[in-house]
């Protein structure tokens, strides 16, 4: 139509795209999304597609929800924007910091009591890096100045950020890792497991990584460890049940803090408000974004344990914060976001009733021919397209089947993301038994599809 080909030309003309390849996208030209309601996005040419990302691992509730748009235009007829620098607040920060901290179990007796409003994950999480080194200085142990993370993490776009984050291909641009970031390896059983070696067991070792590099950095000067506690753009990695109670042995043992990334995982992704309940994580920062206004307006955080919070604040200024920090029009969305969460019972649904089953309908998957494993942890799911079923052998990587499966899913209709030759799905926590039938139907056709495409070419 002319509206595509406009915006295309416009498109390829003055916009620099996030994480894309440029000459790949002016061979085919952009997808020109245009409108969405409930899980489905409508393109410009007018096909129809269920959204099994949630955009980027962001809209919980949803397409089309009138009442978040509400909250936006009320706020900003009322009060568009006052900053909360300086000794002055708004009251719309304020209450969403304390239902946020509401909604946080306490960790062994010891609350969330405070949180920095940021404007994305990334700003969250470097946030984080001035935060943990700041809460050493006060504590009188300067040198604390080492953040441990994992390899193939991601945990934003900022230097930072970047750093902690452990892809390679970001780091080999723009000179990264920054000094004081270590990293380790991902707890990815099907990568890394020893012949023989039970999944239990993998968790263990993987887990004690963490303490290798401690002792090799010294643990005197570690400053904190930070992971999310299901790897998303890594590609859904979920890890054994062992992982996270060792880890969190190995934290406590060297005092050292534990910064939880939640950007994917909190607000009912994995069937709780917060996802460090679901795997008995105990963290002393939580990172979130993304879901908190189901990606309707950008905002971010820190939610601060008690331990930290208490230093922080009887510690003087904190030199740090963004003009967007606790931005009214954000967390109005926000809170009407965790009200319609609440009403629906969203969090509790995937725990008990739409995640089971989404992990029941995505494991009958297994038996295709492509898909050598299936896992899936509340609304995050991923499968492994294989060469050989038996054996687990991978396609060659420059066979680019995860981009090729992409492909036919789009043009089936859903929306699955590739990582390498996992193919995962992120989506909106709203779906009914019916829509993830529907979905993994579609997700079957695409895989089909492949399959035949690949035979195809021998
Ligand atoms: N942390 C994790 C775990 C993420 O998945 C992301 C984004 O995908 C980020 C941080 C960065 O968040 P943002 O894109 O809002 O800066």
Redesign the pocket.
């Known amino acids: 139509t002319d509206l595509t080909r406009e915006l295309r030309a416009l498109d390829a003309a003055h916009f620099l795209h996030p994480f894309t390849d440029h000459a790949a996208l002016a061979a085919k030209g952009a997808r020109v999304i245009t409108r969405a309601e409930g899980i489905y996005i409508w393109d410009s040419e007018g096909h129809r597609i269920l959204d099994g990302m949630s955009g980027?691992?962001c809209v919980n509730a949803g397409y089309g929800r009138r009442e978040l748009a509400d909250a936006a235009y009320q706020q900003m007829l009322r009060l568009p924007f006052y900053n909360t620098f300086f000794q002055t607040t708004t009251e719309p920060p304020v209450r969403l910091a304390q239902r946020l901290t509401e909604l946080a179990p306490p960790v062994q007796g010891r609350r969330f009591t405070h949180v920095f409003f940021t404007s994305?994950?990334?700003?969250a999480?470097d946030t984080n890096v001035r935060l943990v080194r700041r809460y050493w200085d006060l504590m009188g142990q300067p040198q604390r100045k080492v953040i441990i993370s994992r390899w193939n993490a991601?945990?934003?776009?900022t230097v930072a950020?970047a750093s902690l984050g452990g892809m390679a291909a970001m780091h080999a641009q723009g000179d990264l890792p920054i000094p004081g970031i270590a990293h380790i390896e991902q707890p990815y059983y099907w990568d890394l497991r020893q012949p023989g070696e039970t999944a239990e067991d993998f968790g263990v070792r993987a887990a004690r990584w963490l303490e290798e590099k401690i002792l090799e950095v010294g643990p005197d000067k570690v400053a904190a460890f930070i992971a999310?506690p299901v790897q998303?753009?890594g590609g859904v990695i979920i890890p054994p049940e062992t992982y996270w109670p060792e880890v969190q042995r190995i934290v406590e043992r060297y005092g050292i803090l534990l910064i939880d990334?939640e950007?994917?995982c909190a607000f009912g992704r994995l069937g709780h408000w917060f996802a460090y309940e679901r795997f008995g994580i105990r963290p002393d920062l939580v990172?979130f974004?993304?879901g908190v206004t189901s990606g309707y307006v950008p905002l971010?955080g820190v939610l601060v344990g008690e331990r930290v919070a208490k230093v922080l604040v009887e510690g003087g200024e904190f030199t740090h914060g963004y003009t967007y920090s606790g931005h009214p029009v954000a967390c109005a969305v926000a809170l009407a976001n965790l009200e319609l969460m609440q009403r629906e019972a969203l969090p509790e649904r995937v725990r008990s009733d739409t995640g089971p089953y989404l992990a029941e309908r995505f494991a009958t998957l297994a038996d295709h021919p492509l898909v050598g494993v299936t896992e899936s942890c509340g609304f995050v799911a991923g499968l492994i397209l294989v060469r050989d079923k038996a054996t687990l052998t991978p396609f060659p990587e420059d066979w680019e089947v995860g981009m090729l499966c992409r492909q036919h899913c789009f043009d089936t209709g859903v929306v699955m993301r590739a990582v390498g030759s996992r193919m995962i799905i992120a989506p909106p926590l709203v779906m009914t038994r019916a829509d993830i039938d529907t979905m993994i139907g579609l997700i079957r056709r695409a895989l089909d599809a492949t399959w035949d495409d690949l035979r195809r070419q021998g």
């Open positions: 980027l691992w994305s994950g990334s700003e999480n991601y945990h934003g776009s950020a999310e998303g753009a990334d950007v994917i990172t974004a993304k971010g």
